[in-house]
């Protein structure tokens, strides 16, 4: 079946850091890739999202990039800001699972002013 | 938009008791999910609407659990005697069409089995 592997958190960056956030899949076809992202008290959101093969989905000086010979989809930002701080889920649809996405476990980003 | 919104936000209960939650999704939107999540976990999808039917579950759903949209508007997603591994967030999330794959997820509904 379809899974998704991302890295544990937390993450902790200090302001204007660097973030990748690693994530793998396993998926059969050619599924659908996003990341959603969780702020405090807030439902989920979806950040940026690819439907295919070397495409780059990017949001709020966020990018991922879909690599299917890797089958990875790793979330980076250049420079992370206080207000980042959340929780990021990576996930995909795949091409035979109706209108159902795999979420990962989650990776919690602290950013420290 | 006043986004999907889910009653109640907290219930607790004791084991063996029924409990009803509901959702309200984004009134033009003829989709809708039911995910459950736990502590440190990932959603993990219990069922799929399109307007009124039902048209997907996961083997997550038990017979102790029953989803409805009997008007393809709200939605409630109802456990039979409850049991503590029942305890989870459970969350809401709609959406317009199958082209547009962005998901629009409530706050949940955090449920505390005792």
């Known amino acids: 079946g379809n899974s998704v592997t991302q890295m544990e958190g937390p993450v902790t960056l200090s302001e204007e850091a660097f973030l990748t956030i690693n994530c793998t899949y396993t998926?059969?076809?050619?599924?659908?890739l996003f990341w959603y992202v969780q702020y405090p008290g807030e439902g989920l959101q979806l950040l940026l999202k690819a439907t295919k093969a070397d495409d780059k989905g990017s949001n709020k000086g966020f990018e991922a990039t879909y690599r299917k010979e890797t089958t990875s989809f790793h979330l980076e930002k250049g420079s992370v800001q206080v207000s980042d701080s959340a929780v990021y889920f990576c996930?995909?649809?795949?091409?035979?699972?109706?209108?159902?996405?795999?979420f990962g476990g989650g990776t919690r980003l602290m950013v420290k002013p | 938009d006043t986004g999907v919104s889910q009653d109640p936000r907290h219930k607790i209960t004791k084991r063996g008791q029924n409990v009803t939650f509901r959702c309200d999704p984004i009134?033009?939107?003829?989709?809708l999910y039911w995910y459950r999540q736990t502590l440190g976990q990932g959603p993990e999808f219990l069922t799929y609407?399109?307007?009124?039917?039902?048209?997907?579950k996961s083997r997550l759903l038990s017979d102790r659990f029953s989803a409805e949209r009997p008007k393809g508007s709200f939605s409630t997603l109802e456990i039979q005697r409850t049991e503590q591994g029942d305890s989870a967030m459970y969350l809401c999330a709609s959406s317009s069409d199958r082209r547009n794959e962005k998901l629009f997820f409530g706050s949940g509904t955090q449920l505390s089995v005792l």
């Open positions: 998926a059969t076809g050619y599924p659908s």
């Open positions: 609407f399109q307007n009124e039917a039902q048209l997907e």
């Open positions: 996930a995909l649809r795949g091409n035979n699972a109706g209108n159902m996405l795999t």
């Open positions: 009134s033009e939107h003829n989709r």
